[in-house]
């Protein structure tokens, strides 16, 4: 009798050990959090009133400097992240003896569904581009030990989405739509193009020469020393230099409120490298297909991560000039339609473009969706207006949503007045109605779809 409780005891005492040493403590977050997807720098711009948010709109310094800033610097990582990036959420936990790698996995936990599953070296890791409003179990194990626990996103839209080398980008869903149903994230999204527009490319001084253009080879010296010549005489005298310089002209736009002195010193370090090169030609070899953002690890993670079956590309036969399927790859069905934007919504070309998109939209079998043109700004803007309208976003929702590329866009020439205002004053006057979703039904029964397609686009967006 004392033999078996001496066995009892012994077994009972080791099963505890092994207990305490399968356990890994986790840090956070705590269990049941609520862990919020924005920043307080981006929720500081969404929450001003819709006029506050125009006076910033075209402020230089504030759109440069303070819309989305400071952005956040995440633990372990040396550069400050991108303001149009989600906001990053930390899973911590305690070290565990002789283990150096950990696998961290996390589900959602509505349906099981794994949607990050890693290998990691430290106590932590950072992760991001996850739904608003959901809840997510998560696990951590090596060693033999495991530990997790479970938290919830914040209810806040917009989701913010972070595409590898693919800027402004977001998902159109999980705000609460038409009749009180939110919108279905992870099936549509928004950004900015997936490859660069095609461009000119131009001879090279070593390959003109092998060609016997000597004569070539010579203006282009002649015009690299003409250039620093004139960059130095607006450096000496920046009272003399022309603001309509073409050049200038592009830098101002994309660099608003810095001096014109930034400008110079950075152009003359140019010239002298091109005076030094022989001078850079500007012989024509044509049109180059432009070069994807999606190559390798980037376009392996957004299929993985999104699931993208489809790619809408909206830009003009010249920007998509050489391609002949999606920068993602050849299981993505591409979709090219050259849409108009803003006011040309209205005129018979926007009409038609933006029926062929619709279209893509009615088939379910093309979702999940990723619609752009080259910035995810103008023509990228004024679709997802139609779309957010249809689904039941108010004037002061389509007017964020808009607004939310100013995280990137920093030049105030993308504006309400000379762009969004355009956009919104050609459906009141072209489809009048009570509110923006009535005039949205109205153009796109205009355009040859039924009451039945709007139904059934609401049908695979609303939950």
């Not at 125009?54 to 759109?63: G, I, L, S, T, Y």
């Not at 936990?109 to 409003?133: C, H, M, P, R, W």
């Not at 039941?392 to 607004?403: K, P």
């Not at 000379?418 to 039904?441: C, H, I």
Request: proline share 3%.
């Amino acid at each position: 009798m004392t033999y078996k409780i001496i066995i009892a005891v012994a077994a009972g005492t080791l099963l505890g050990a092994w207990a305490n040493a399968a356990e890994i403590k986790t840090i956070e977050p705590v269990e049941g959090a609520v862990v919020p997807l924005l920043t307080d720098a981006q929720k500081a711009y969404l929450d001003m009133s819709n006029d506050l948010r125009r006076e910033k709109f075209v402020d230089a310094n504030f759109r440069r400097n303070v819309m989305g800033h400071p952005a956040e610097q995440v633990p372990g990582e040396k550069k400050a992240r991108e303001v149009y990036w989600p906001k990053t959420v930390r899973l911590a936990w305690e070290p565990v003896d002789g283990v150096d790698e950990y696998k961290v996995t996390v589900k959602d936990a509505k349906n099981g569904a794994i949607v990050i599953g890693q290998s990691v070296k430290d106590t932590s890791v950072n992760i991001d581009n996850l739904e608003i409003a959901a809840e997510y179990a998560w696990t951590v194990s090596g060693g033999g030990a495991t530990g997790g626990g479970k938290f919830k996103t914040e209810d806040r839209a917009p989701r913010l989405i972070r595409f590898p080398g693919v800027p402004n980008v977001r998902d159109i869903g999980g705000w609460i739509g038409l009749d009180g149903r939110r919108v279905r994230q992870g099936l549509v999204f928004r950004s900015a193009g997936l490859n660069y527009n095609a461009a000119m490319a131009y001879y090279s001084i070593d390959e003109l020469r092998k060609m016997g253009k000597d004569k070539e080879v010579k203006e282009a010296a002649e015009a690299a020393q003409k250039r620093l010549d004139q960059l130095l005489a607006w450096q000496a005298d920046p009272k003399t230099m022309d603001l309509k310089d073409e050049e200038y002209a592009d830098w101002a736009n994309r660099h608003p409120g810095e001096p014109v002195a930034k400008f110079l010193s950075s152009r003359v370090h140019k010239a002298k490298k091109d005076v030094k090169a022989g001078g850079t030609s500007k012989v024509e070899k044509g049109l180059e297909t432009g070069k994807s953002r999606v190559e390798g690890e980037n376009g392996e993670y957004i299929r993985k991560r999104f699931g993208i079956k489809t790619d809408i590309d909206l830009r003009s036969d010249k920007e998509c000039f050489g391609m002949t399927g999606s920068p993602l790859g050849p299981t993505v069905k591409w979709f090219h339609f050259s849409s108009s934007a803003y006011g040309g919504m209205q005129d018979s070309w926007g009409k038609e473009e933006f029926a062929k998109v619709f279209r893509v939209f009615l088939d379910e079998n093309n979702y999940p969706i990723d619609f752009h043109c080259i910035a995810g700004a103008d023509r990228t803007g004024s679709v997802a207006y139609i779309l957010c309208g249809l689904l039941g976003a108010d004037e002061d929702r389509l007017a964020r949503d808009w607004e939310i590329t100013g995280f990137w866009a920093h030049g105030v020439d993308f504006c309400h007045e000379q762009r969004y205002d355009k956009l919104v004053n050609g459906f009141k006057k072209n489809f009048p109605a009570d509110t923006v979703r009535e005039r949205l039904e109205k153009y796109v029964l205009s355009l040859g779809f039924t009451e039945e397609d709007i139904a059934k686009f609401r049908r695979i967006m609303l939950e």
